[in-house]
């Protein structure tokens, strides 16, 4: 069998076992459900309520994410498909528990976790208190859509909204584009009546006269988020927060709704295409300055994945805390 064939393979197995997360765990990987609710920790966040903010796993599955690709990239292409079609048969019955303890770090994590808990301050200081659903919140189900599996898409979706609705909830505030995206487009296609109001945080402290405390005075690339840009509009919603920060914003050419793509969110299926793509756009980033912010997981996990030593990347949200919040 040929290299192409391995890889075709390997593509095929790994939409299967995506398939399958989302069927039996309600997520795209076998985590126990402490591993995505660990980061609300000691916040005092509200079970529930009609307005909720919902991760939908994006932050917390970045790190596991990118254990996985650097552990892929070291197999040759067949080996690769090998393990794929094996974790394939065994996932069905694979304990949840066991998948754990080859998790990331408690600290290889906290820099993402802390991002929610950033966006969770932030959005106090508009004088919203959302709620939150720890374990009854489920992924969204964003890369299954992307990927065209229409039908374990669906079926995640209807579920997903009927959780919403016998949990009362009336609106949802989004961490990212991915999530924010699938709630506010796809869902009302998908899923009869859903009719729930969805928020990217973003717009929700855009639409806040919040007070600097620590302005940065200072010079960032912005790197918009496909998704964010084209599909939502939301592109001055960022900007105005980053300047209202005292960041001096950095317009590379492809820009809002013309952004180059970050290489995701297909890095679980073409880890060395998206790299490729990865590589490309940072070119174009660190040809302005050496310091990029993102406003999405999956940009961050894919333009990190280039490991460029002469930049730093940034989540806005680390950004806007250290200049709303003062924390540095």
């Given at each position: 069998?040929?290299?192409?064939?391995?890889?075709?393979?390997?593509?095929?197995?790994?939409?299967?076992?995506?398939?399958?997360?989302?069927?039996?765990?309600?997520?795209?990987?076998?985590?126990?459900?402490?591993?995505?609710?660990?980061?609300a920790k000691g916040l005092g966040l509200r079970r529930?309520?009609?307005?909720?903010?919902?991760?939908?796993?994006?932050?917390?599955?970045?790190?596991?994410?990118?254990?996985?690709?650097?552990?892929?990239?070291?197999?040759?292409?067949?080996?690769?498909?090998?393990?794929?079609?094996?974790?394939?048969?065994?996932?069905?019955?694979?304990?949840?528990?066991?998948?754990?303890?080859?998790?990331?770090?408690?600290?290889?994590?906290?820099?993402?976790?802390?991002?929610?808990?950033?966006?969770?301050?932030?959005?106090?200081?508009?004088?919203?208190?959302?709620?939150?659903?720890?374990?009854?919140?489920?992924?969204?189900?964003?890369?299954?859509?992307?990927?065209?599996?229409?039908?374990?898409?669906?079926?995640?979706?209807?579920?997903?909204?009927?959780?919403?609705?016998?949990?009362?909830?009336?609106?949802?505030?989004?961490?990212?584009?991915?999530?924010?995206?699938?709630?506010?487009?796809?869902?009302?296609?998908?899923?009869?009546?859903?009719?729930?109001?969805?928020?990217?945080?973003?717009?929700?402290?855009?639409?806040?006269?919040?007070?600097?405390?620590?302005?940065?005075?200072?010079?960032?690339?912005?790197?918009?988020?496909?998704?964010?840009?084209?599909?939502?509009?939301?592109?001055?919603?960022?900007?105005?927060?980053?300047?209202?920060?005292?960041?001096?914003?950095?317009?590379?050419?492809?820009?809002?709704?013309?952004?180059?793509?970050?290489?995701?969110?297909?890095?679980?299926?073409?880890?060395?295409?998206?790299?490729?793509?990865?590589?490309?756009?940072?070119?174009?980033?660190?040809?302005?300055?050496?310091?990029?912010?993102?406003?999405?997981?999956?940009?961050?996990?894919?333009?990190?994945?280039?490991?460029?030593?002469?930049?730093?990347?940034?989540?806005?949200?680390?950004?806007?805390?250290?200049?709303?919040?003062?924390?540095?």
């Amino acid at each position: 069998m040929n290299t192409a064939s391995f890889k075709e393979d390997y593509k095929k197995d790994i939409l299967a076992l995506l398939a399958q997360n989302l069927g039996f765990r309600g997520s795209v990987l076998p985590l126990p459900s402490r591993y995505f609710t660990s980061w609300a920790k000691g916040l005092g966040l509200r079970r529930g309520g009609e307005v909720v903010l919902y991760t939908g796993h994006m932050y917390q599955l970045v790190p596991v994410i990118r254990l996985m690709e650097e552990q892929a990239k070291e197999l040759a292409p067949e080996k690769r498909a090998r393990l794929a079609r094996l974790a394939r048969w065994i996932n069905p019955v694979v304990n949840v528990s066991a998948f754990s303890r080859f998790m990331v770090s408690a600290a290889a994590r906290s820099r993402y976790e802390r991002c929610l808990q950033n966006i969770v301050s932030l959005l106090r200081l508009t004088g919203l208190e959302p709620g939150y659903l720890y374990g009854v919140e489920k992924y969204a189900g964003a890369l299954a859509f992307d990927l065209g599996l229409d039908g374990p898409f669906g079926r995640h979706a209807a579920r997903v909204a009927r959780r919403l609705r016998d949990k009362g909830v009336k609106e949802i505030i989004t961490v990212d584009p991915h999530t924010t995206e699938v709630f506010k487009n796809v869902y009302p296609k998908v899923v009869p009546g859903f009719d729930i109001r969805v928020r990217s945080y973003l717009e929700v402290l855009a639409e806040a006269n919040i007070e600097v405390r620590l302005p940065w005075e200072e010079e960032f690339v912005f790197h918009d988020s496909c998704v964010y840009a084209r599909y939502l509009g939301l592109i001055d919603e960022p900007r105005r927060l980053l300047e209202a920060a005292g960041v001096k914003v950095l317009e590379p050419d492809q820009s809002r709704e013309l952004t180059h793509c970050c290489g995701g969110p297909v890095e679980s299926l073409f880890p060395e295409r998206a790299e490729e793509v990865a590589r490309a756009r940072m070119e174009q980033l660190i040809s302005l300055g050496r310091r990029v912010i993102t406003a999405c997981p999956i940009c961050w996990l894919n333009l990190e994945r280039v490991r460029d030593p002469r930049v730093e990347v940034f989540d806005i949200s680390e950004i806007l805390a250290a200049a709303f919040l003062g924390k540095i």
